[in-house]
């Protein structure tokens, strides 16, 4: 076997590290693994076979018959035109738009890595911020001119009609105008 | 400020002997990543993208000093040689993977090094904090202002869903990883880490180590950080680290004292033979340095080695890597010139702390 590091000398010395209780091996030459730093832990490293534990799961390297009966594999980002499968195989995304082309599939992506947990909860960017405020009053403003409509009160829902509106124009110029399904 | 500073200086804020707990948590490190909206992310955008970024988020950071209560400079990972690129890796100022990257990278770094902002790492935007000891609400408050003044000035990539867009799925949410290294050479002495580690994988925390030969991680070192991105807040991510952390000290804390009770006489000899060793080797390996190191800072910890600054041994422990070593001699080494070199370096460093010492500068006398 040749050295994981240098690919040049042969394997004298196991590593051994440990994530999560997991241990993984890595082999290097004598030179190499003298030069194993004990304070140098990679803080970016990612989980532990982030791209096994996706494509096992996925069905995509070990089950092949099931994998032609799922479609969510060749669905295409257009932004980075990566697919998903392309997504699974590389545990990462191209773009921020493959987060809108592979939602439905995302949910059980991110169950798997975050402990059951799909949705953030966490900061919001200011811009964001103000933006999902509007299309909270939106909602609530839409709901109050159905009810108006419902008692024929024709002239109240009119006069919602137009608050939505000027909130709708103040949402587009916000320039924050995303994913309005 | 100029590079060469960056390259040469090994002495970072963070290895001051300060913040809570300083004797058992080395430092803390905040991560948060961000994207732009507009442009692709580093493992799929142009040249072009890649050039746009750099420019926009640079410029936010160079032009709002006041603001960041902190100056930047600014570095281009292509214009650094191999050699600079790997002691920026080793002072943990930028990511192997920035260093390794073929496209338009940049860091900057604050004057005194407690932070870096990596831009076209992975993600656009990748912001860290380094905090002497045990200090997760302090670096928090660093990253998160410098996050609220580019999110004025910049598209930020987010959706209602799932928070902040990146390019790792294991980043999806708050972007924000939290992380303390840890020195528990008690818990490792007493093999109790095994079980340690087990039992935090199941709280959606990591524990890492680096293990040599046998079952003792090199140095005694471990970082434990926050798994999960999606689903918490970064309040809690960070309250549940602490929590954490504060009971891996207790333990810690437990062992050393059962050692020091029933087996004194045998630790004793082992650290004072360490500290024979770094301050008389003439060839010290990274394994056995590392060991040493421990086995003095513990030392230390327990009152028992008395005229050495914890200081110099975080300083140590920058310097004693390949990249500095070399930059250091101002020559390229072969691996048995390191250890070579590694050891002078050693003997230099110790001794000149001894003499501060005996001219009475700074005294330990308890
Ligand atoms: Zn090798
Ligand atoms: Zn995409």
């Given amino acids: ?181 | 400020m100029n590079i060469e500073h960056f390259l040469n200086n090994s002495v970072m804020s963070w290895m001051a002997f300060e913040g809570k707990y300083a004797d058992i948590v080395m430092s803390t490190r905040i991560r948060l990543a961000r994207n732009l909206t507009g442009y692709r992310f580093p493992l799929s955008f142009s040249e072009n993208e890649a050039l746009q970024v750099d420019k926009a988020v640079s410029a936010v950071l160079l032009d709002e000093e006041a603001e960041l209560e902190t100056t930047f400079s600014y570095i281009d990972i292509k214009g650094l040689s191999t050699l600079n690129r790997q002691v920026l890796v080793e002072k943990h100022l930028i990511s192997p993977k920035l260093a390794n990257s073929e496209i338009n990278g940049s860091v900057l770094l604050s004057d005194n090094e407690a932070v870096s902002v990596m831009i076209n790492e992975e993600d656009h935007i990748r912001i860290q904090c380094i905090f002497p000891g045990l200090q997760l609400q302090e670096a928090w408050r660093q990253a998160n202002n410098i996050d609220d003044i580019l999110e004025k000035q910049l598209p930020y990539a987010f959706d209602e869903q799932f928070g902040y867009l990146t390019s790792c799925p294991t980043n999806t949410g708050t972007g924000l990883r939290s992380s303390v290294m840890m020195h528990l050479p008690a818990l490792t002495m007493t093999n109790q880490m095994n079980r340690i580690v087990s039992v935090i994988s199941r709280l959606g925390l990591v524990v890492r180590g680096i293990y040599g030969e046998g079952s003792k991680a090199l140095g005694n070192i471990y970082q434990v950080s926050n798994q999960t991105t999606l689903g918490k807040s970064e309040e809690d991510i960070l309250t549940d680290l602490q929590s954490i952390t504060e009971q891996i000290i207790e333990k810690e804390r437990e062992a050393r004292l059962a050692l020091m009770n029933t087996r004194e006489n045998a630790l004793k000899d082992r650290l004072y033979r360490s500290l024979g060793v770094l301050t008389h080797a003439r060839l010290l390996s990274t394994e056995e340095a590392g060991r040493c190191l421990s086995d003095v800072r513990l030392g230390i910890d327990l009152g028992l080695i008395k005229n050495i600054n914890v200081s110099i041994l975080n300083e140590c422990m920058i310097f004693m890597q390949p990249g500095f070593l070399q930059k250091y001699a101002d020559t390229s080494l072969q691996p048995e010139e390191r250890d070579e070199f590694r050891a002078k370096m050693f003997r230099e460093r110790l001794q000149v702390k001894n003499n501060i010492d005996d001219e009475g500068e700074e005294t330990h006398d308890v």
Wanted: hydrophobic residues 30%.
């Fill in chain 1, 1 to 181: 076997m040749i050295c994981e590091n240098c690919k040049q000398r042969p394997t004298k010395v196991t590593v051994t590290e440990i994530q999560n209780g997991e241990h993984v091996q890595r082999h290097y030459c004598e030179e190499c693994a003298k030069e194993f730093h004990p304070f140098h832990l990679n803080f970016e490293q990612d989980p532990l076979s982030l791209h096994q534990l996706l494509s096992n799961w996925f069905g995509i390297t070990e089950n092949k018959q099931q994998e032609q009966k799922r479609q969510p594999q060749t669905v295409t980002c257009s932004s980075c035109e990566w697919t998903f499968r392309q997504f699974i195989n590389k545990g990462k995304f191209g773009c921020a738009s493959c987060y809108e082309s592979f939602r439905e599939q995302l949910p059980d992506v991110f169950s798997k890595l975050h402990n059951g947990n799909v949705k953030h909860v966490g900061k919001i960017p200011g811009a964001f911020g103000q933006t999902l405020h509007l299309k909270k009053q939106i909602e609530s403003l839409r709901t109050l001119m159905r009810t108006a409509i419902g008692i024929e009160n024709f002239e109240e829902a009119a006069r919602l009609r137009d608050e939505v509106y000027a909130l709708e124009k103040q949402l587009e110029s916000g320039g924050e105008n995303h994913d309005e399904h």
